[in-house]
């Protein structure tokens, strides 16, 4: 009978074990992080966010806003909530997710809603809203989100001006009426 007791402790051990081991060999994103290869629209996209330079909080971009852009392994996601944003609760909490599929542009604001997600061939586009004003905790949230493996791209805000004042540099610019 003792036998039979502290033979199942050790089966149960070595199960902990084994546990802890894929554990630690995910890191801290879990059991359930595999790796998916990007794709070659996934490496574009890349690219053309690609920074000119290391960003700072001295940069203009809205101080409680963060732009996410799912990777398209996850194109056939059928829908999204506030759980799967959830690594940001640690810096500020989400107040409202904005999916960004076609005009008008759909919200959700309750933790209990989900966002119904068509299938698409471009990947999903999703702005948080988040629940404080401090630009380095912007940064914050973007790390965090950064983590999963769904996301590919995480960043803030930035604001864009249209300059009105420009006029081209083409010496018959002030003759082509169309233009002017």
Not at 67 to 85: H, N, T
Not at 139 to 146: G, M, Q, S, V
Not at 159 to 177: F, G, I
Request: hydrophobic share 40%; net charge negative; glycine share 2%.
């Amino acid at each position: 009978m003792k036998r039979k007791k502290l033979l199942g402790a050790v089966v149960c051990l070595i199960a902990v074990c084994a546990v802890v081991g894929v554990l630690a060999a995910c890191g801290e994103k879990g059991p359930d992080r595999t790796e998916i290869p990007l794709s070659e629209w996934d490496l574009y996209l890349l690219e053309q966010h690609k920074p000119l330079r290391e960003p700072s909080v001295d940069d203009d971009f809205e101080d409680n806003k963060v732009r996410v852009i799912l990777r398209s392994a996850y194109d056939d996601l059928r829908e999204i909530g506030f759980q799967e944003f959830s690594v940001v609760d640690d810096v500020a909490e989400i107040v409202s997710i904005k999916y960004c599929y076609n005009y008008p542009y759909v919200t959700i604001t309750k933790r209990t809603e989900t966002l119904k997600l068509p299938s698409t061939k471009s990947n999903h586009l999703f702005y948080l809203e988040l629940d404080m004003h401090d630009k380095a905790k912007v940064f914050e949230a973007c790390d965090a989100l950064k983590q999963l493996d769904m996301v590919l791209i995480a960043e803030p805000v930035y604001r864009r001006y249209v300059e009105y004042d420009w006029v081209p540099s083409d010496t018959y610019y002030d003759e082509q009426w169309a233009l002017i």
